[in-house]
């Protein structure tokens, strides 16, 4: 055995069992400290099986060998900021994923697409050495599966954790709701945390009702507000006024783009 390359593989299996935990804490006096045992416990990695809902849910460009239905995805990775939902889920969001896929994209149907996002074929992580589906020569799909806001009920270890593919794939930095108003629509804004990119709005389709503030069924409120919307882009103006450009195919800033031909909304979601 090449000690070198076991040391390696039992550090890419480390890794891919350090995503996130959800933990509950308690005061003492001055000092917070973990509650051993609490229900709430529990560690999230690239093993947590995990769903993919919305508009690009079940496209040909989010399956794989593992997954012929597009719909399930094992983990997160490169989880950045988030923010907490008025129904009280979390919003983690999934940024810089180029640095976990190796092999060459160049000669894959997803090269355009993963010089975008930066996936060269020059990771930081040894991950696809040892693992099949982060090496895009064998699996150009997978990269396609990260990038998105995930949502997960910190409350409840049976809820499904669920990427909401409506908002948009990018290096999310974070994403935050604006003013909640009953009978309005909700707004979650997001950042992209890769140079010279932009600052994106999802407004749902739902308006804000206040009594889903205290449903038992946190994840299917989720369903209700952020499968369902519009997705913008910030356009800003050398006198710092701007607009809102809609992302939605047959929009004018995605029917008039020249550099890419949309094939539907789920392709415009995925790049």
Request: net charge negative.
């Amino acid at each position: 055995v090449d000690e070198n390359k076991a040391f390696d593989m039992l550090h890419v299996i480390e890794e891919l069992a350090d995503e996130g935990s959800v933990v509950e804490i308690k005061k003492e006096g001055n000092s917070w400290a973990m509650v051993p045992g609490s229900k709430f416990n529990r560690r999230i990695t690239l093993a947590t099986e995990m769903e993919i809902v919305g508009p690009a849910a079940g496209h040909d460009r989010l399956k794989t060998s593992a997954d012929g239905t597009g719909t399930k995805v094992f983990g997160t990775m490169n989880n950045c900021a988030g923010g907490w939902t008025p129904w009280g889920t979390i919003l983690s969001a999934e940024e810089n994923i180029h640095q976990y896929f190796g092999g060459d994209p160049a000669g894959t149907p997803e090269a355009a697409n993963a010089k975008r996002m930066g996936i060269k074929g020059e990771p930081s992580y040894a991950w696809g050495k040892f693992d099949a589906r982060f090496d895009v020569t064998k699996e150009p799909n997978e990269p396609n599966r990260f990038g998105w806001v995930v949502e997960i009920d910190p409350y409840d270890k049976t809820a499904a954790v669920k990427k909401r593919s409506a908002l948009g794939r990018f290096a999310h930095e974070s994403a935050s709701f604006g003013k909640l108003a009953a009978g309005r629509p909700l707004a979650v804004y997001m950042g992209d945390d890769s140079r010279g990119e932009y600052i994106y709005k999802f407004v749902s389709t739902a308006p804000w009702d206040a009594a889903d503030a205290q449903a038992a069924d946190r994840v299917a409120v989720g369903d209700k507000y952020l499968d369902s919307g519009k997705l913008y882009v910030a356009q800003f103006n050398a006198d710092g006024s701007g607009r809102w450009l809609e992302l939605t195919i047959g929009a004018p800033a995605i029917a008039g783009y020249a550099g890419y031909a949309f094939a539907d909304q789920a392709d415009v979601l995925v790049n």
